[in-house]
Nanobody, 127 residues
Framework: QVVLVESGGGLVQPGESLRLSCETTGFHRPDSALAWFREVPGREREGVACLTSRDRTTNYPDSVKGRFTISRDSAKNLLTLQMTNVKPEDGGLYYC????????????????????WGTGTQVTVSS
């Protein structure tokens, strides 16, 4: 059984940094992916970073490219999202997610591509 538990959310000011963590207990798929999504009321859940489990290739949307970094420590069952130079539009409920289906290309950023989700950690960006 895969259990995902996010932590690290909070209130940050624009321009500051924040590091989110996700315990990925039970996830050991070698040919799949892990990702972070964010959700704000009234909008579709948006992928902000993903990573392939085989070679750790990453993928980011243009909105966060150069500011967010996803990484994984397999030995510690830990997925992290380092957020730098945060903007007000980065606020939202951040979810960690994993994919069980085999991946044959770049890790995707669409929510339908992922199978199990954590309960989220809230990030608020405000001065």
């Amino acid at each position: 059984q895969v259990v995902l538990v996010e932590s690290g959310g909070g209130l940050v000011q624009p321009g500051e940094s924040l590091r989110l963590s996700c315990e990925t207990t039970g996830f050991h798929r070698p040919d799949s992916a892990l990702a972070w999504f964010r959700e704000v009321p009234g909008r579709e859940r948006e992928g902000v970073a993903c990573l392939t489990s085989r070679d750790r290739t990453t993928n980011y949307p243009d909105s966060v490219k150069g500011r967010f970094t996803i990484s994984r420590d397999s030995a510690k069952n830990l997925l992290t999202l380092q957020m730098t130079n945060v903007k007000p539009e980065d606020g939202g409920l951040y979810y960690c997610t994993v994919r069980f289906r085999t991946l044959f290309s770049q890790c995707p950023l669409g929510p339908a591509e992922y199978d199990t989700w954590g309960t989220g950690t809230q990030v608020t960006v405000s001065s």
